[in-house]
C-alpha cells in the first residue's frame, strides 16, 4: 500500500487493531468482553481490526503492519511473573503465553513505527512489563489497601466498583482531563473511575511515567515519557464507561493521534 493510500486511509477511519482478550475467547468464539473496546473504538472514528493470538511471529508482523494503530485489553489473566524475575504468588492467576507474545509483538511493532497504542488494565500491565517493569501481582495481600480494586467477592454480574484517582496535571492525561471540563486543582485533575483489576505496576518500565494514581497510592495511568509517540496505559476500563466524557475522549484521542502520526510519516 502506497503512503499516500495509507493516509487517505487513516485520514477517514484509522485501523485499530485489538488482540483477543484470551486464547480460550478466540477459541470458543466469545466476544461479549472484546465487543466493548470494538464499539468504544469505532464510536471514537476508528475501524477495530481483531488479532489472532495463534498467529506465528512472521504472520503476526505481517497482519500489523498494515493497521494503524492499537487498543491493548483487559483480560483474566496475569502475566507471568518469570517476565519480570518474579516467584508466582498464590493468587496470581494463570498466564496466557500466546496473549503476552501478542502484546509484545504489537508494543515492539508500534515503538518502531510511532503507532499510537492504549493500552487497559492487563494491557497496562502488559505494557509496563514489556519494557522492563514489574507488577504488584495481587493488591489486597501486597498493599493492604482499603480500596476494592478487584470484583472479588462480588457476583460475576455486578457492577465496576468505582473509586477515585488523582491525575497528574502534565501531559496527555491532564489534556484530556482539561478538555473533558474537569476542573483542575492545585494537586491535578480528581476524577472517578471504574476499577476491575487485582495486579498493578509495581516498577515503571523504562520510559514510562506516571500519569494517575488512587488515593492508596496505587498506580492507575502511566504514559511514555519521551512523547515519540502517542502511547498511554489505563488501569481502568473506559471501553465500559460510555457515558464518561473522559472515557469517550481516551479512545478518540487515540484515533487523533493516529492520523497525525500517519501524515507525519
Known amino acids: 500500500m502506497s503512503p499516500a493510500t495509507t493516509l487517505g486511509r487513516v485520514s477517514l477511519r484509522p485501523r485499530v487493531g485489538v488482540p483477543w482478550r484470551t486464547s480460550m475467547e478466540e477459541t470458543k468464539g466469545i466476544t461479549s468482553k472484546l465487543q466493548y473496546y470494538f464499539d468504544a473504538a469505532e464510536a471514537a472514528g476508528g475501524s477495530p481490526v481483531s488479532i489472532s493470538l495463534s498467529l506465528s511471529k512472521a504472520r503476526l508482523a ?25 516467584p508466582v504468588h498464590a493468587k496470581t492467576h494463570e498466564a496466557d503465553a500466546k496473549r503476552e507474545n501478542t502484546d509484545f509483538g504489537i508494543i515492539d511493532h508500534a515503538f518502531a513505527t510511532g503507532k499510537p497504542v492504549l493500552a487497559i488494565c492487563y494491557g497496562c500491565q502488559s505494557l509496563n512489563v514489556c519494557l522492563g517493569g514489574s507488577l504488584y501481582q495481587d493488591i489486597s495481600s501486597e498493599l493492604r489497601t482499603d480500596i476494592q480494586h478487584s470484583k472479588e467477592g462480588l457476583p460475576a454480574d455486578a457492577p465496576d466498583p468505582i473509586h477515585a484517582a488523582l491525575i497528574d496535571s502534565g501531559g496527555e492525561l491532564a489534556q484530556l482531563a482539561a478538555s473533558s471540563g474537569i476542573e483542575k486543582r492545585a494537586h491535578g485533575f480528581d476524577v472517578r473511575i471504574n476499577t476491575s483489576h487485582h495486579q498493578s505496576i ?8 506516571v500519569a494517575a494514581v488512587a488515593p492508596d497510592g496505587v498506580i492507575e495511568a502511566v504514559e511514555h515519557e519521551p512523547h515519540k509517540h502517542w502511547v498511554v496505559g489505563v488501569q481502568w476500563h473506559p471501553e465500559r464507561m460510555k457515558d464518561d466524557v473522559l472515557a469517550g475522549m481516551l479512545f478518540r484521542a487515540l484515533v487523533q493521534a493516529t492520523r497525525a502520526a500517519a501524515a507525519g510519516r
Do not use: K, S, T
Open 62 to 86: 505481517a497482519e500489523i503492519a498494515d493497521l494503524d494503530a492499537f487498543v491493548l485489553p483487559g483480560a483474566p489473566a496475569d502475566v507471568n511473573p518469570a517476565l519480570y524475575n518474579a
Open 202 to 209: 509495581r516498577d515503571l518500565g523504562q520510559g514510562l511515567r
